[in-house]
């Protein structure tokens, strides 16, 4: 017997409308296929017959788990180290050496990255391990880390556990590997200590209209993120990502992505890579 679900318009329409205005995830008709097989599981083990009937439920659970697990049905997560590798060589090789000389100048060891969307964590493991690399012995000498911000409380729980397959960190060189992850009996890998301890994870819905931060950052990395929404929500993030990163701070961005046409506030320097003017 078939036992799969189907949405009508006006369910569509509402789940749509939801997710937009609580994500700013963009879902075209396109798109309806995709919101379907994501949830239809959900639905049957939940018991809903409806997508209506789900909806309604989600509108009523004001502990936001029902929300919780709806982005996280809907929102792509798979990730893996190294993912783009072009950027984390930019990021050594032209942003730390001037960034580091200046802030020796300025007096100050204040280092702020931003890992925005950073799913499961490889992206600010990632950061934060390269960071601990170009600096060696001196790196205990800085306010270093990286602040990692997603929406779904189900990645964050996986990025703070830090066990990862074969497949996830085999683009890491093996020298450094072997230093900041253990191979574990069942055959993952797990990230050491020392590192965990670089990386602050928060929930943060890129959504809301005031940022929290004291102060701006020196670079932020928000990749394979806007790809969900429309030009309204990804200038309006756009701007809030100029507000809080220094002058001349980088801005990186997933190379399927783009800042838009119209923008004059930021420096195109690489494919996906931005500089704040």
């Not at 409806?50 to 004001?62: A, L, N, P, W």
């Not at 429309?230 to 961005?253: C, K, M, W």
Request: hydrophobic share 40%.
């Amino acid at each position: 017997m078939d036992t799969s679900l189907t949405i009508n318009d006006k369910e569509f329409r509402l789940i749509r409308t939801l997710v937009y205005d609580r994500f700013g995830i963009n879902l075209t008709e396109q798109k309806r296929s995709l919101v379907v097989g994501r949830l239809q599981k959900l639905l049957r083990d939940e018991g809903f017959v409806s997508f209506g009937d789900y909806y309604d439920r989600v509108i009523r659970d004001t502990s936001g788990s029902s929300l919780d697990k709806l982005v996280n049905r809907i929102s792509t997560n798979y990730t893996y180290f190294n993912r783009e590798h072009a950027h984390f060589d930019f990021f050594v090789q032209e942003v730390l050496p001037p960034l580091i000389a200046r802030l020796k100048k300025q007096n100050t060891r204040d280092l702020r990255i931003w890992s925005a969307g950073c799913s499961s964590g490889e992206e600010p493991y990632m950061l934060a391990l390269l960071m601990m690399e170009y600096l060696g012995n001196d790196y205990g000498f800085w306010d270093g880390g990286v602040l990692a911000t997603d929406i779904s409380d189900q990645v964050l729980s996986l990025a703070k556990q830090g066990v990862y397959g074969d497949d996830q960190v085999a683009r890491i060189p093996a020298q450094v590997k072997y230093k900041y992850f253990a191979r574990q009996k069942d055959g993952v890998w797990l990230v050491n200590d020392a590192l965990k301890k670089q990386v602050t994870y928060r929930r943060f819905n890129l959504m809301n209209k005031q940022f929290p931060f004291k102060s701006p950052f020196q670079v932020i990395f928000c990749r394979n993120v806007m790809i969900y929404f429309d030009s309204e929500t990804r200038d309006a993030l756009v701007n809030r990502f100029h507000q809080f990163l220094e002058p001349g701070g980088y801005l990186f961005i997933g190379h399927s992505e783009t800042l838009g046409r119209k923008q004059e506030t930021f420096q195109y320097v690489m494919p996906a890579v931005y500089r704040r003017i």
